[in-house]
């Protein structure tokens, strides 16, 4: 006998997501399948299994059971002991009983998985074509949990009792469905009803059928999904597309498309290995993915941008509805809401609210607890970019490197998210929407009383931002039994920055975005910093220029236009084409009264100004527009050359950069070229800048983050200068860039700060 056959007995901890994701049965078939005595059960602690067997086999259990978890589980730690050897006979799943047993890890939802695809389109299959089919390894999770513990009775499944044969598999650990929480069948499971906008039902033996004859005749239709509803219209039509935008109020924010199957998506986009691997996988979210011309979606489904939002069928009802007929055409799918309000999940609700939108209304039974938006990924330099977290990705933790105080960090007003750490997790709420809304602002309420109570979480201390104009400050500040802790815009951001990668040593921060409230009261955006989670300091920024009318200027680029080339020439303005389309007088009136037009050196606003001047977006209808169609531009221009431009000890001069541009522009340089040298310049001043600060302080790390790091061209040419520099680069890839990030770095600041005053 050698040592590999001698009997032994192993105890194995497993933490990670392994709670609630099929890991038992996982475990139990694997010990069958190898010959192995033991048990498999839940604690507090994770999973815990002893094994006995032949030391050889146990070896090989592990293997396998660290190379092939079940989809939606990943195990972060495994503890193996040896113990006195039991003498069992056979492999048990011990049920879990007690209430302490909770499990406080939550998977997110999960697309459609292959099994349960083959079922729903084998017309023998008693789910054939049933919409609401799941199993352990897909299906709403995070969106339908009330409470914990993670079990039927405390999700909104608890409306249906499962019938024999569906208890029957969810009792059994050699099924796909044991334990699986949403488990359901036509027999007893929910339905879906069809109704016109008044609520009323339509009689129709395929409500699916229907439902899609009723798009393909230019029908708007309301869908309840999965973290909400969406509206849908045939993507092919301009007609049907037009109307939706009138009646949504939304002018030209481009909408995702819904494609039948990644060849259908080939056939709209071009799509890239990572990107196949991203709109494929279980988190399933919209891919950002550069169009194919003259493919046959209709142009205003997202004018004015070269890429398009797409998303391929994640539940069995999208599935359905995209595959009941052959030729199912590319679907609009946007977030079933009012303008900035956040989508609705409720029937009535939806009824109520999308009344006037939507001509018809595909509902159904499951309640949805928590809405989760569609998330947004982009590849750029081959790396996932996360710009939406959303459903797929929330509640899953941020792993940390190390533990900590507890802490809530409720974020900014934009793209809000809010965090909570604890231990070594990080959990980054769905996004909530812009907070200036007052149901965003409730949701983001909502979201907090949730995540506390379903993971167990009790702040030592709370973070938000330093602007006292926010909601979630003002929260925050509302909340008078906890200590709270102000955090300077971009200071969260380069925290969020290190936290995603786990850095601790100072950085180096390229932080450019729209605007953040400074530690001077102006208002910030374009920042180089050195810091860390203790603290930071401001090494360079751009120079601070007029934002004439403050917040509306935002929308208006061609006023923040005028502010700059005011502040640039004074009187002496020169004469250019865009200025022709306006009345800018009293514009420079307000600058040069200095009437609500706050200083910014923001590097979203410089963007703005640029093009705008260069005859680009004089007026915008959604956030980031003019600096995503001047960066379009570029992409139609080659070359390698650079403005001239001017940094004066630490400030970059704005002013010899609009100087130059209007040389370009006397010149008669059209869009495209002044954008792609503009792009070259920034890039080679953010380069230049942060070699300095390396040589300065001997950092070699460079943390970049900020909304304008969703700009490709910019991204990729700066990872690619400071990497040719030899300077270690992290841009965000889990984490959005934008504000919908900045929870994470607050509450890791926050972390800190309590940490230190406690030693
Ligand atoms: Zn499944
Ligand atoms: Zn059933
Ligand atoms: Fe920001």
Redesign the pocket.
Known sequence: MTIMDSIIRQRIKVNGIVQGVGFRPFVYNLAIKNNLNGFVSNTSDGVVIELEGAAGVVDQFLESMSDSPPPLSSILSLDANYIQVANDCGFKIITSKSNNEISTQISPDAAICRDCLNEISDVDNRRFEYPFTNCTNCGPRYTIIKELPYDRHLTTMSDFKMCSQCKEEYDNPMDRRFHAQPNACPDCGPSLTLTARDGKSIASSDKISTCISLLKSGFIVAIKGLGGFHLMVDATNSNAVSRLRTRKNREEKPFAVMAKNLDHARDLCHICGTEEIWLTSIQSPIMLLKSIENNNIASNVAPGSEFLGVMLPYTPLHDLLMNCIVDVPPLVMTSGNLSDEPICIDNDEALDQLGDIADYFLLHDRRIHIRADDSVVMIINNKPRVIRRSRGFAPAPVILKNNGPSVLAVG?DLKNTICLLKNKNARISQHNGDLENLKAYETFQQTIHHLKDIFDIQPDILACDMHPGYFSTQWAKSISYLPLFEVQ?HHA?LASGMAEFGLENPVIGIIM??T?YGLDKTIWGGEFLVGDYHGFQRINKFQNMPLPGGDAAIKSPWRTAIGYLFKTYGDSLPDLPFMMLHDYEPVIQIVQKGINSPLTSSCGRLFDAVSAMCGGKQEIRYEGQAAIEFMNAAAAAGGRSCLDFEIIGDVVSVESIIRSIVKCLKMDDNLSVISRKFHNTMIKIFTQVAIQISKDTGINDVVLS??VFQNRILLSGVNAALEKNGLSVFSHEQIPT??GG?SLGQAMIARNKLHNNKN
Do not use: R, S, V, W
């Open positions: 900014g815009h951001h975005d729209g953040g900020g909304g934008n504000d900045i």
